[in-house]
T-cell receptor, first 114, second 113 residues
Framework: DQQVKQNSPSLSVQEGRISILNCDYTNSMFDYFLWYKKYPAEGPTFLISISSIKDKNEDGRFTVFLNKSAKHLSLHIVPSQPGDSAVYFCAASATTSGTYKYIFGTGTRLKVLA | NAGVTQTPKFQVLKTGQSMTLQCAQDMNHNSMYWYRQDPGMGLRLIYYSASEGTTDKGEVPNGYNVSRLNKREFSLRLESAAPSQTSVYFC????????????FGSGTQLSVL
């Protein structure tokens, strides 16, 4: 039972355009969400997060949107750059449980074309 | 500042062999985690340790044991390796109560033949 789903395994975007990566979740107890970027042969690195009390969080070229009613979040990258080519994972946690256990999605491979 | 260090980086085992994956963090974090990454499956939590002295099962704990040796170190043991345990293993840590982000090691590529 996949609690966090990334239904698009891959995405190709032209340099300078917007990249939109999507993530859906099923557990209504999740209240904290993160996005990670992973390059080959490296560990994932933290990108941006959002709490369920917000519906948007921005950090430079990266913006995460949260739609709680739809149990959906998305990561927007504007403008996309070739260095953004990586696998992106969304993750969710039910922090009120006190366990800080993060459940990850299956990842979306983003390719930014020069 | 090394962050999260995993050893070894690569390992090949025969079915039935045992081994321990080591993880150490130098950020004084309270919580540590072990994940495995398989194609099409993303990152799945094996075990985690919310604080020194405690460990709990994650999504896929079968076939594994863990030890939180001290605040810095969290090891993952395969007692009798199986081909289904061929995977890339990542250790991570986070600071409680501000567990906003996990910091990952660079991974251990394990093949079980």
């Amino acid at each position: 039972d996949q609690q966090v789903k990334q239904n698009s395994p891959s995405l190709s975007v032209q340099e300078g355009r917007i990249s939109i990566l999507n993530c859906d979740y099923t557990n209504s107890m999740f209240d904290y969400f993160l996005w990670y970027k992973k390059y080959p042969a490296e560990g994932p690195t933290f990108l941006i997060s959002i709490s369920s009390i917000k519906d948007k969080n921005e950090d430079g070229r990266f913006t995460v949107f949260l739609n709680k009613s739809a149990k959906h979040l998305s990561l927007h990258i504007v403008p996309s750059q070739p260095g953004d080519s990586a696998v992106y994972f969304c993750a969710a946690s039910a922090t009120t449980s006190g366990t800080y256990k993060y459940i990850f999605g299956t990842g979306t491979r983003l390719k930014v074309l020069a | 500042n090394a962050g999260v260090t995993q050893t070894p980086k690569f390992q090949v085992l025969k079915t039935g062999q045992s081994m321990t994956l080591q993880c150490a963090q130098d950020m004084n974090h309270n919580s540590m985690y072990w994940y495995r990454q398989d194609p099409g499956m993303g990152l799945r939590l094996i075990y985690y340790s919310a604080s020194e002295g405690t460990t709990d099962k994650g999504e896929v704990p079968n076939g594994y044991n863990v030890s939180r040796l001290n605040k810095r170190e969290f090891s993952l043991r395969l007692e009798s390796a199986a081909p289904s345990q061929t995977s890339v293993y990542f250790c991570a840590s986070s600071e409680i109560p501000n567990a906003e982000k996990l910091f990952f090691g660079s991974g251990t590529q394990l093949s079980v033949l």
